[in-house]
């Protein structure tokens, strides 16, 4: 399996941009998760979908994020207007909902730099 | 709440040397908690998962226990390696379904 694909990699963009971030789960996980990562607040929990279904976007930061993820093999998070605290590593990752209602291990993939000017 | 917080912040040891970092936790009412390992600009792998129903749980070198009674879980490192350098994290789940909250990291250097 080619585990968690993002893309892309690394992003450079001007305060004001629209910016597209793209992940590509591990087949057969029914549950997604974008974060981001910064030094100042370390690792947090933006959004995650069960079965492609937003189940908690409490931590996305405010209304110019928004997420979709229109079938079990794709998502994206958009940013619109980009702003400078922006910048930061955002990551996606995979999982299967256990059935005896707990998560089974979390699979990141290699995260997107995103450096907005 | 779920708040997760780890010690040290960092630890430089000898190669060969046995270590031990430490996750603690708020919400006890935990179904399993994670340990992933994350390498400079790169994302994080997992390194074990424990059921609660497990106080134990070993991978090669690496030993991790749960006391879900205390809020506390330790990784435990035997015979340290420079390729063991990197940043741990420990992640919990919040509110009963599968969203996790991680700890900020112990950044381990082993040195020659």
């Known amino acids: 399996d080619a585990g968690v694909i993002q893309s892309p990699r690394h992003e450079v963009t001007e305060m004001g941009q629209e910016v597209t971030l793209r992940c590509k789960p591990i087949?057969?996980?029914?549950?997604l998760f974008w974060y981001r990562q910064t030094m100042m607040r370390g690792l947090e929990l933006l959004i995650y979908?069960?079965?492609?279904?937003?189940?908690?976007d409490s931590g996305m930061p405010e209304d110019r994020f928004s997420a979709k993820m229109p079938n079990a093999s794709f998502s994206t998070l958009k940013i619109q207007p980009s702003e400078p605290r922006d910048s930061a590593v955002y990551f996606c990752?995979?999982?299967?909902?256990?059935?005896?209602?707990?998560?089974?291990?979390?699979?990141f993939g290699p995260g997107t730099r995103l450096t907005v000017l | 709440k779920q708040e997760v917080t780890q010690i040290p912040a960092a630890l430089s040891v000898p190669e060969g040397e046995n270590l031990v970092l430490n996750c603690s936790f708020t919400?006890?009412?935990?179904?399993?908690l994670q340990w992933f390992r994350q390498d400079p600009g790169k994302g994080l792998t997992s390194l074990l998962l424990?059921?609660?129903?497990?106080r134990e749980q070993t991978s090669g070198r690496l030993n991790a226990s749960l006391d879900k009674s205390s809020g506390r879980s330790t990784l435990y490192i035997a015979a340290s390696q420079p390729g063991d350098s990197a940043t741990y994290l420990c992640?919990?789940?919040?509110?009963?379904?599968?969203?996790?909250?991680f700890g900020t990291g112990t950044q381990l250097k082993v040195e020659l």
């Open positions: 979908f069960n079965n492609n279904v937003p189940i908690d």
């Open positions: 990752a995979s999982s299967s909902y256990g059935t005896s209602g707990g998560t089974d291990t979390q699979y």
């Open positions: 992640a919990a789940p919040t509110g009963g379904g599968n969203k996790l909250t």
């Open positions: 424990i059921q609660s129903s497990q």
């Open positions: 919400d006890s009412a935990i179904y399993n």
């Open positions: 087949s057969g996980h029914n549950s």
